[in-house]
């Protein structure tokens, strides 16, 4: 599965940004997806998980109510809605795709990684 992570920038504080992710390679329903971030000096965290057929989605307590997570599988493309941003959601975003497994936190879980897009949000 190659992955392409699009739609990063700048934003203020309280803005909204929408990430894409498209997939090509594999059939990306068979899929969960995950999105990841990596802020600068800090370690790839977890952000959001969300099942092959985007009934079941998961989140890291800071971004709950905030982010939502959904998938297009005949676009084989899967979206990160991020509301109400925070000058500590600044990172790289990454997609990142998994074929299964208990463990869907660690960056291990995850197969395939698209190159990463960065979001910046000012205060």
């Known amino acids: 599965v190659q992955l392409q992570a699009s739609g990063g920038g700048l934003v203020q504080a309280g803005g909204s940004l929408i990430l894409s992710c498209s997939a090509s390679g594999h059939t990306f329903s068979s899929y969960d997806m995950g999105w990841f971030r990596q802020a600068p000096g800090k370690e790839r965290e977890f952000v959001t998980r969300?099942?092959?057929?985007?009934?079941?989605?998961y989140y890291e307590d800071s971004v709950k109510g905030r982010f939502t997570a959904s998938r297009d599988n005949a676009k084989n493309t899967v979206y990160l809605q991020m509301n109400s941003l925070k000058p500590e959601d600044t990172a790289v975003y990454y997609c990142a795709a998994s074929s299964g497994g208990i463990h869907y936190t660690r960056t291990s879980n995850y197969d395939y990684w698209g190159q990463g897009t960065l979001v910046t949000v000012s205060s």
């Open positions: 969300i099942s092959r057929g985007g009934g079941r989605t």
